[in-house]
């Protein structure tokens, strides 16, 4: 091999292992509790009302058995930080999509829809998410990610798009605007 061709290849070959790192450690760390990147946030501390004040019916906080791995709760979202879930009743020949409904709590307990998007790089029923939360009032206030599965997708005889829609969990979460 040239020297023309070894920096670059050992340049290469440096950024593939650091990558490489990067990623054995943010999965070896395991769940948060200290309330840093992602972990979760103590309600007591704040003044902004938690996840139990809420008193909008549909959000109580719950995980559907075959979500092997979701976010703690009162996990901190929106400024980066990465939600981790793992599905394990995933059938890839059902055509699943996987997607989610943010939702945050006003002081008198009223919870309010934000938005929501797909999750996007799924393989096999993993996947994740680290959006930002953009300037909203929910920025510093807890609330709820609704993650749902569609699947069996088709197109009806009136051209209309038919499937089936199940909802997976609601997770109790602390916004924070991403930067």
Known sequence: M????????AALTASAILVLLSALTSCAGGAQTDGGAGGPVDASALDTP?????????????????????????????????????????DESRSPTYGY???????????IPLGGNNFYDVVEGVFSTSDPVYDSNADHRFGFMTVTVTQDPSIADDNTLDANTTELGVFCLYFVQGE
Do not use: H
């Open 101 to 111: 409904d943010l939702a945050y709590i006003q002081d008198d307990g009223a919870v």
């Open 50 to 90: 938690a996840c139990d004040a809420a008193t909008t019916d549909g959000y109580d906080e719950y995980a559907d058995p075959a979500l092997t791995t979701s976010p703690e709760s009162g996990a901190t979202f929106g400024d980066g930080s990465t939600l981790d879930f793992v599905y394990a009743d995933n």
């Open 2 to 9: 040239t020297t023309r061709f070894r920096r670059p290849l």
